[in-house]
């Protein structure tokens, strides 16, 4: 009796029986955990405010991955922090640092993705990194790829879209991406954190593989589509 494929081998089987066919992946807490990029501002900023408030500081770097959230603010308030100036203080010094290219270094693969990613493109698959990540970010998000072993952007087997422009909403890039990957070839499957963004895969290739990452998400109202998948990591 033959084993039953998972649903992440049925991918890898569909991309050799149809060369060229897509693979969508988005990035943060899709196939890298931001969780130690989140702990590195932290840290530094519990170290700046050290002096002036020790137990903010000491409370702020007790926080750990388990205790992250979505978004920074919660995260600090649920740890403690009520210090209402503190905390947009706090956030501000967050937003400046989150989407900087030396910080992009600190992330970490979500367990078996560069793995699978490799496995994409050996199969003859087309990896497509679909993120909302912007220009400004190529530079730091392409070290990323080759620090932590995944495909790098080529062109052709392996494609790495980004936003334009930073103020540009993720979904409204993201839909306008599907058109885009219409043209550029058969959608086999996609990967994405967030529920709104995997149902908009979902109803554009219905045809493929839908996956929604089980890390974190921004909490966004969306009831997932009942194709979609959800899976912990990519580890076959």
Known sequence: MSAVKTPLAAVLDDVAAAPGALVVFDLDDTLFSTNDRHLRILREYADLVAARAPEAAELLRKIDRERLRYQIVQTVQEAGLCDAA?????????FARFFQNQYLLEDTPVPGAP????????RGGIVVYV????ERMREGTQSSFTQRGFPAPDEKSVRLLLKPRFDTPDIAFKTEVLSRLKEMGRVAASFENEPLHINLFRE?????????????????PALLHPDVLRIPDFRL
């Open 86 to 94: 503190m905390v947009k203080d706090l956030r501000d010094f967050w």
């Open 115 to 122: 793995e699978y990613c490799a496995q994409v493109a050996a």
């Open 131 to 134: 993120t909302g990540r912007d």
């Open 204 to 220: 554009a290739f219905p045809q493929g593989r839908h996956f929604l990452l089980e890390t974190k998400h921004s909490g966004r």
